[in-house]
Nanobody, 114 residues
Framework: QVQLVESGGGLVQPGGSLRLSCAVSGITLGFWTMAWFRQAPGKQRELVASITGGDTTMYANSVKGRFAVSKDSAKNTMFLRMDGLKPEDAAVYYC????????WGQGTQVTVSS
């Protein structure tokens, strides 16, 4: 059974930084294109960033230059470093494969407010 466990969210001031983690069990990260998604209240879930098995990354235009996705294959964990956070980045962040192949985890809440 595949489990996706997100952590690392919190309250941060505009311009601040956070590092999210996604602990994955049941699959081997290196064989999948993994992704971070986010969902703000009243909005659809959107793709934020992805990373292939070969570490090729892709970012939504709204986060390009501010967010960085990476993974530690030995720990089967994916990360999302978020710098220069803006109020519009506030959302619940989720991880999954790029095609959302598995059940969603509980997500981790990111709040950006002064």
């Amino acid at each position: 059974q595949v489990q996706l466990v997100e952590s690392g969210g919190g309250l941060v001031q505009p311009g601040g930084s956070l590092r999210l983690s996604c602990a994955v069990s049941g699959i081997t990260l290196g064989f999948w294109t993994m992704a971070w998604f986010r969902q703000a209240p009243g909005k659809q879930r959107e793709l934020v960033a992805s990373i292939t098995g070969g570490d090729t990354t892709m970012y939504a235009n709204s986060v390009k230059g501010r967010f960085a996705v990476s993974k530690d294959s030995a720990k089967n964990t994916m990360f999302l470093r978020m710098d220069g956070l803006k109020p519009e980045d506030a959302a619940v962040y989720y991880c999954n494969t790029h095609s959302a192949s598995f059940d969603w985890g509980q997500g981790t809440q990111v709040t950006v407010s002064s």
